[in-house]
Structure formats: structure tokens, C-alpha cells
């Protein structure tokens, strides 16, 4: 998401494809960046670590294969801890009036080290002092320092983003990191590069934008924008709530809605609840409100329309009840908040709410 926020209307950002991450300019530049995010304080990009002998091994094996040329090329080594004064560091300051001792000490280094990583070192410094040079000049190390990760770089990136002053920046980045995700697991599902062009991307921070302007009145974020990719939904198959809605209906299409609102719901609920924009009271109101219309909507349906087929009657609770909208804190609520709510009610182990007429007892 950084690299497209800051590229140029004609260029391609790669993951996973020549590296990491890459982008292919207008000009036919490319930019490689090595990301080596960790939890822990130390840095990935130490003297004999395979993350770095590896990236080098992979970006000196693309420059002698001429699959991509060092003088087009901007390469970085990217984490979110401060990279240490070292072989990296030197790496990354290296430029055309040091290449030379940067050299020395890449060799140096190489025969320093032990194991495995022993076998990339040994290759990367047997390839050509002209290739090495024209790589070593063009990488650049970014770290804690720079804006690599966290709070620093969320805000570096909405201000490249030049957002509305009505809208706020961290919405828009949760609505494009869940397009992102979506466009790139589709991508490599069907097994192809997750290419994302920067066109693509300022289309959907547009809608995004538009969209959370309009949706204003309503709490939360649209359904399309909430961040559900890594979810398998097909593991919810077997979830109480999806056996209430079989009662009633065989719809493949239905059972998978009622999966994707009730994962949506829940995703939602739960980042709502963390930014503590609603209260407790706002919560309890908004379910207990959707219990007591489902509550008279069931005696209706069941009073109304009995002797007809029980199923053709839950269906009816289901579809009245689902449709209805509610408010949740001083807006109205998503219609997949309502579904998924109600989904969610549903898959309450004490069976207080239902479709069928005999659901409790199906049930159980």
C-alpha cells in the first residue's frame, strides 16, 4: 500500500512476483524491496543471516540472468526494527565512491560465515565485481527510523494519499488493506502474480472515500469494505446457525450470504468494539432490539399461517425478519449487520432464537 500511495499514475506494484514487493515504473524502473518485518528487537539483516545473503543471492541471480538490469533498478531492504551498523548498513550507504571498500567488506564478511548461509555467500561473491558493484549501489536499507512500519508509516502513507478532510484516514486504510488482500489472494489462487496497477488502486481509494462519505449516516464500514480474505468461510459449514437456516431452506446461494454477513458482522463487531465507539448499552439495545422484532414477527408467522408446511413458515420468519432495518448507537446499521446479527443470534447455544416453528427441538 506505501509503495502505490507514492508511485506514479503508470505504475505496477508486484508481490511476491520479482521479489517481495516490486514496482515497475512508467520508465521502465523498477523498485525491489526484501520486507523482513519481526516481533522481536533484533534485526533480520544481520552479517551472516540468511534473510540477507538470500536477498542478495536472489537480486545478484535476476541482475547476471538479465532478467532485470541494476542500472533500472532501486533495491531495498525493508524491516521494522533499526538496522544496526554492519554489512547491511554499509550495503545501504554504499554508492559509486565507496563501491570499492563496500566490496571488501562484502567478500570479507562472506568468509566469516558458517552453515548453510555459507553456500549463497560463497555464490554471491563469485559472480562478477562489475554485476556486484552495479547492485550493491543501488540498494538502500529503510528501518524503524524511516517510517518502515507501524503508527509512522500509517501516516505517512495518508498524507500521500491527500484525503477529504471529512474522511478519516484510518478507515481508508482498513477499506484498502482489505482490496488489497482480496485482489492478491485471488490472484494467487488462480496462480497468478499479484499485480496490482497504481490506476486500480486510486479507482478504489476514490469509491472507498465516496462510499464513506455517503455512508456516513450508517455506523461502520460498508460490507465490501470490511477485511474478510484470509477468512475460510467454508469452515462455518457446520456452525449451529447455518443448521437453523437448512431447516428452512436448501438455497446454496442463501447458505453462503448467511456465512459471508455473519462473518462481516463479527469481523465488524469486533473492531468496533476495540475502537470503543459504541458502548455496552449500545450493543445490548441494538440486539435485544432484533430479538424483540424477531419474538413478534415469530408468534405472527406461527399463528397466522399455521397448518401450512413448517418450512414455508420459517422461511417466511427468515425473510421478513432479515430484511427489517435497526439502529445501532445513533445510525442505521448495515443490512449485513442486521443478517449477521441475527446469524449470530442464532448460533446462541441456548436457543433462544429460530426459524423453523420447531427449532429448538431440530435442533437439539
Known amino acids: 500500500m506505501a509503495r502505490l500511495a507514492e508511485s506514479n499514475p503508470e505504475a505496477i506494484v508486484a508481490v511476491e512476483k520479482e521479489d517481495d514487493v516490486s514496482v515497475r515504473l512508467s520508465d521502465d524502473r523498477l523498485i525491489l524491496e526484501q520486507d523482513k ?72 564478511k562472506a568468509g566469516e560465515i558458517t552453515g548453510d548461509v555459507r553456500v549463497k555467500a560463497d555464490r554471491v561473491i563469485a559472480r562478477d565485481n562489475s554485476l556486484l558493484s552495479d547492485v550493491l549501489i543501488n540498494i538502500s536499507c529503510v528501518d524503524s527510523s524511516a517510517s518502515s512500519a507501524g503508527p509512522m508509516l500509517r501516516r505517512k502513507v495518508i498524507g500521500n494519499l491527500h484525503l477529504h478532510p471529512e474522511v478519516d484516514g484510518i478507515d481508508v486504510l482498513n477499506g484498502l488493506h482489505g482490496w488489497i488482500s482480496n485482489q492478491l489472494l485471488e490472484a494467487w489462487r488462480a496462480k497468478k502474480p499479484g499485480l496490482i496497477s497504481r490506476a486500480s488502486f486510486d479507482r478504489q481509494l476514490h469509491r472507498i472515500c465516496h462510499n464513506l462519505r455517503t455512508f456516513k449516516k450508517r455506523f461502520g464500514f460498508p460490507k465490501h469494505l470490511v477485511d474478510i480474505a484470509n477468512t475460510d468461510l467454508n469452515r462455518y459449514r457446520k456452525e449451529r446457525f447455518v443448521k437453523q437456516l437448512t431447516l428452512v431452506t436448501k438455497n446454496s446461494d442463501e ?5 459471508d454477513d455473519f462473518v462481516c458482522c463479527s469481523t465488524e463487531r469486533s473492531r468496533l468494539a476495540k475502537e470503543g465507539d459504541l458502548t455496552g448499552d449500545d450493543w445490548k439495545d441494538f440486539d435485544g432490539n432484533l430479538f424483540q422484532s424477531w419474538q413478534n414477527i415469530f408468534r405472527r408467522e406461527t399463528r397466522l399461517r399455521a397448518g401450512e408446511p413448517e418450512e414455508d413458515i420459517g422461511y417466511g420468519i427468515f425473510s421478513y425478519t432479515r430484511d427489517k432495518e435497526f439502529t445501532l448507537g445513533e445510525y442505521t446499521a448495515h443490512p449485513y449487520f442486521v443478517k449477521g446479527t441475527y446469524h449470530r443470534l442464532a448460533d446462541d447455544k441456548q436457543l433462544t432464537l429460530g426459524w423453523h416453528p420447531q427449532f429448538q427441538s431440530l435442533i437439539k
Open 37 to 108: 518485518h519481526t516481533v522481536n528487537d533484533s534485526s533480520p539483516f544481520t552479517d551472516g543471516s540468511h534473510a540477507l545473503w538470500n536477498t542478495l543471492d536472489i537480486w545478484t541471480t535476476l541482475a547476471e540472468n538479465n532478467e532485470i538490469s541494476p542500472e533500472k533498478a532501486n533495491y531495498f531492504l525493508v524491516t521494522n526494527v533499526e538496522i544496526p551498523p554492519g554489512l547491511a548498513r554499509t550495503i545501504g550507504e554504499c554508492d559509486s565512491s565507496n563501491v570499492s571498500q563496500c566490496l571488501v567488506s562484502l567478500k570479507q
Open 255 to 259: 447458505t453462503h450470504e448467511a456465512i
